[in-house]
């Protein structure tokens, strides 16, 4: 094998030697494939962490703990308190402040204190949500944009076969293979992109479905003491 003939081929050459368009297409799509990676790591943390504090909340209440302690916890520790946690905060204050009015109705009470907790669990889920939507957008739309930059590509290869008496493999081969480098910059940043979101989304999913139902069987809790 030649070995000018496999440098001319390496994957470096071929983005160096493609057109201004296609060379700022790839950019654009290694740019995007950073900035994947960087939310993909920063959501796998959030999660585990979100995961991790839901689980030692859970069986500190379940466990028989004071409400009143664990309340006070929570707002000592507010800064680092997972979302089930802040959930629990929200609705035990409202649940606080309203039972001390006088004359104030349960079904009232337990209104407020589910209103509360419903404006919390919406806030987490915005916050676990944050990001999701760029992934979805990388893994939607970059296979795309690499193969409009493959498109660009194979019709500049073309063109200059027209000052070409004769045109040979070796003649179109490499601006070919200029163009779809594009295309597997576009795949290599769509894939885990999509990955993620898929994983990511599924994760939501988990924690909403806890956050609900810790949110009902409090609500009870609070309901029968309030009686």
Do not use: C
Request: no cysteine; hydrophobic share 45%; net charge positive.
């Amino acid at each position: 094998m030649n070995p000018t003939v496999t440098q001319d081929m390496s994957v470096l050459s071929l983005i160096t030697g493609a057109s201004v368009l296609v060379q700022g297409v790839m950019l654009v799509l290694a740019l995007a494939s950073l900035f994947s990676w960087y939310y993909i790591f920063l959501k796998i943390f959030t999660f585990q962490r979100a995961t991790r504090l839901a689980d030692r909340f859970e069986k500190e209440f379940w466990s028989g703990s004071d409400l009143n302690e664990l309340y006070q916890r929570a707002v000592s520790s507010r800064n680092s308190a997972g979302g089930l946690e802040r959930i629990f905060e929200s609705g035990f204050r409202e649940f606080a402040k309203v039972r001390k009015q006088p004359g104030m109705d349960i079904s009232v009470v337990m209104d407020g204190v589910r209103r509360a907790m419903r404006a919390t669990y919406q806030r987490e889920m915005e916050r676990l949500e944050s990001s999701l939507s760029f992934l979805a957008s990388v893994g939607s739309v970059s296979p795309y944009v690499g193969l409009f930059g493959t498109v660009w590509g194979i019709m500049n290869s073309f063109r200059g076969l027209a000052n070409v008496a004769q045109a040979t493999l070796g003649t179109v081969a490499p601006g070919i293979a200029e163009a779809l480098v594009a295309t597997a910059m576009g795949l290599f940043a769509a894939i885990p992109a999509t990955l993620a979101y898929n994983r990511f989304a599924g994760d939501i999913n988990r924690l909403a479905t806890r956050f609900d139902s810790f949110m009902e069987e409090f609500s009870n809790i609070l309901q029968r003491q309030a009686h």
